[in-house]
């Protein structure tokens, strides 16, 4: 199953759940602020994603900016971002959505339907 982190009231997040039940793909809901990934979870799902860990921030968030991440992070040693990332759901960039061996950070079409389209899983 599908597991698909979100917050309700992002609307990218609205948009991509729009499209995941127009293409009939189904998926578990979890709410990132109450039930935010665990830091186990965040290194499991960074190592399969391939993707740099600065993926996994939600760099447009209230919080992001607050904390003034965009200067601290280049410097920050990679088990305090994971940290970092754990203590709140409102940093990690959204949706996360963990597709069988693929994870996916925000919402951009194509790289989509390849997963979930495509076969390509």
């Given at each position: 199953?599908?597991?698909?982190?979100?917050?309700?009231?992002?609307?990218?997040?609205?948009?991509?759940?729009?499209?995941?039940?127009?293409?009939?793909?189904?998926?578990?809901?979890?709410d990132i602020k109450?039930?935010?990934?665990?830091?186990?979870?965040?290194?499991?799902?960074?190592?399969?994603?391939?993707?740099?860990?600065?993926?996994?921030?939600?760099?447009?968030?209230?919080?992001?900016?607050?904390?003034e991440l965009a200067?601290?992070?280049?410097?920050?040693?990679?088990a305090e971002q994971?940290?970092?990332?754990?203590?709140?759901?409102?940093?990690?960039?959204?949706?996360?959505?963990?597709?069988?061996?693929?994870?996916?950070?925000?919402?951009?079409?194509?790289?989509?339907?390849?997963?979930?389209?495509?076969?390509?899983?």
């Amino acid at each position: 199953m599908n597991k698909v982190y979100c917050y309700s009231r992002c609307s990218t997040c609205q948009k991509a759940l729009k499209w995941l039940d127009a293409h009939g793909v189904a998926y578990e809901l979890v709410d990132i602020k109450a039930d935010h990934p665990s830091e186990e979870d965040l290194r499991r799902y960074h190592e399969q994603s391939g993707l740099p860990l600065k993926r996994f921030f939600n760099t447009s968030g209230q919080l992001y900016r607050q904390l003034e991440l965009a200067k601290k992070l280049p410097a920050m040693p990679e088990a305090e971002q994971f940290k970092l990332l754990a203590s709140d759901g409102m940093l990690v960039k959204r949706p996360l959505v963990i597709a069988g061996a693929k994870v996916l950070t925000g919402f951009k079409e194509p790289e989509w339907e390849r997963v979930f389209l495509n076969g390509s899983r």
